[in-house]
Structures are given as structure tokens and as C-alpha cells.
Antibody, heavy 126, light 105 residues
Framework: QVQLRESGPGLVKSSETLSLTCSVSGDSITSSSHYWGWIRQPPGKGLEWIGSIDYTGKTYDNPSLTSGVTLSVDTSKNEISLKMSSVTAADTAVYFC??????????????????WGQGSLVTVST | SYVLTQPPSVSVAPGKTASITCGGTLIGTKVVHWYRQKPGQAPVLVISNDSDRPSGIPERFSGSNSGVTATLTINRVEAGDEADYYCQVWDSSVVFGGGTKLTVL
């Protein structure tokens, strides 16, 4: 059974860079049928997709996000990482990583998030 | 960008049927997934591909999708079903609905 665990600082200063890591166990990051995604949830609000990455480093990300988002993958550690630059208080949220089922063909179609980490609260201080 | 519209709240008595809708332009041509999120917990997939139940999800949960509305139906609602429910599609980008709070009276 796949397990995902987010880790990183719980407090980040405004205008600095938020960095989180997601460690995956029970499945390989190099899975041919999955991407690995990041989703966030501000306190009391709904879910917002940040982006997803496959083991080759190919990414899809949310064009609506204004903060600079960088996704990366480390296959040797079976981990993915998220960096968001120049954060503001609006980036305060619980950040989840999740396994993202994908269909590969002429086009890649990202489907459901079938397993989630427990989430990591990141607070941006002003 | 594509928008998914869910009612903010739905209330239902125990043992009755709850229907949570997810509206979107021609959503019937897209594949819809549903998640349940209890307070302080991560979301859990309850329906994928419009109507497929992942392993471990009770048969009381079902989904449908046609026209401009996708629907999550929960039969014989239990107190433990009280949660926030989100729909999600892929439209060259992941789109989540705003979420529906299900209250069991």
C-alpha cells in the first residue's frame, strides 16, 4: 500500500521560498502509470491543485498560481519536492502530496488522486 | 478556465439518500472524480471515472455524469458520512469544485 509523507518547515517568512518534500513508500516514483501531485488547502477553504510531475521531470502546473512554482523529483530517494518563491500570507495552507493516476497516449490525461499524504501546514508570516 | 459548481451544503437525515451535484459546461464529456474529506484529514477518493468505487468504499456510494451535471449519491446515509465532498476533473489542468459540506441531521 502506497504511503506519502510531506515534510518541511511549518513557518516561512513572507517573500521567501517555501520548500516541501514528499517521501513515497510502497510504490516507486518511476511508476509508468502515475504522476505525483501537490494540492493545497487554505484554512477553511477548498482544494487547489498546484501541479504534478512524473519521474522524468515532466510537469503540469496550475496556470492560475502567481507565485513561482518549481516541482522536482529525486528517483534515488523516491521523493518529489515543491518550491514556491516569493510567498505571501495567501500561501498559508495545508499542503498535500498525492499519487496522480495518468493515462498516456497521444495526449497525457491526468486522472484521479488515488492516495494522499496526511498534509503539512505551512504558515507564511508577515 | 473551466469551472465546477457545487452547492455549499447539503443536509440529510440518517438512513436517507444524499445527492451532491457538480455542475460544469458539458461536464458529461469529461471524467469526474469525487473525494470525501473529514475535518483535519486528507481527502479520500470515493468515486473515480464518474462511477467507479475504489476498494474499501461502501456500495452505498455511487456516481453518475451526464449533460451539465455530475452527481454523487450516498444511499442509507450514516453519521460517519458527514464530511466535505469535492468533485474534480481534468481540463488540461486539474479543476476542483468548491466543495459541499454534507450534514447528517
Amino acid at each position: 500500500q502506497v504511503q506519502l509523507r510531506e515534510s518541511g518547515p511549518g513557518l516561512v517568512k513572507s517573500s521567501e521560498t517555501l520548500s516541501l518534500t514528499c517521501s513515497v513508500s510502497g510504490d516507486s516514483i518511476t511508476s509508468s502509470s502515475h504522476y505525483w501531485g501537490w494540492i493545497r488547502q487554505p484554512p477553511g477553504k477548498g482544494l487547489e491543485w498546484i501541479g504534478s510531475i512524473d519521474y522524468t521531470g515532466k510537469t503540469y502546473d496550475n496556470p492560475s498560481l502567481t507565485s513561482g512554482v518549481t516541482l522536482s523529483v529525486d528517483t534515488s530517494k523516491n521523493e518529489i519536492s515543491l518550491k514556491m518563491s516569493s510567498v505571501t500570507a495567501a500561501d498559508t495552507a495545508v499542503y498535500f502530496c498525492a499519487r496522480h493516476h495518468a493515462l498516456f497516449g497521444v495526449y497525457t490525461v491526468l486522472q484521479e488522486f488515488d492516495s494522499w499524504g496526511q498534509g503539512s501546514l505551512v504558515t507564511v508570516s508577515t | 478556465s473551466y469551472v465546477l459548481t457545487q452547492p455549499p451544503s447539503v443536509s440529510v437525515a440518517p438512513g436517507k439518500t444524499a445527492s451532491i451535484t457538480c455542475g460544469g459546461t458539458l461536464i458529461g464529456t469529461k471524467v469526474v472524480h469525487w473525494y470525501r474529506q473529514k475535518p483535519g484529514q486528507a481527502p479520500v477518493l470515493v468515486i473515480s471515472n464518474d462511477s467507479d468505487r475504489p476498494s474499501g468504499i461502501p456500495e452505498r456510494f455511487s456516481g453518475s455524469n451526464s449533460g451539465v451535471t455530475a452527481t454523487l449519491t450516498i444511499n442509507r446515509v450514516e453519521a460517519g458520512d458527514e464530511a466535505d465532498y469535492y468533485c474534480q476533473v481534468w481540463d488540461s489542468s486539474v479543476v476542483f469544485g468548491g466543495g459541499t459540506k454534507l450534514t447528517v441531521l
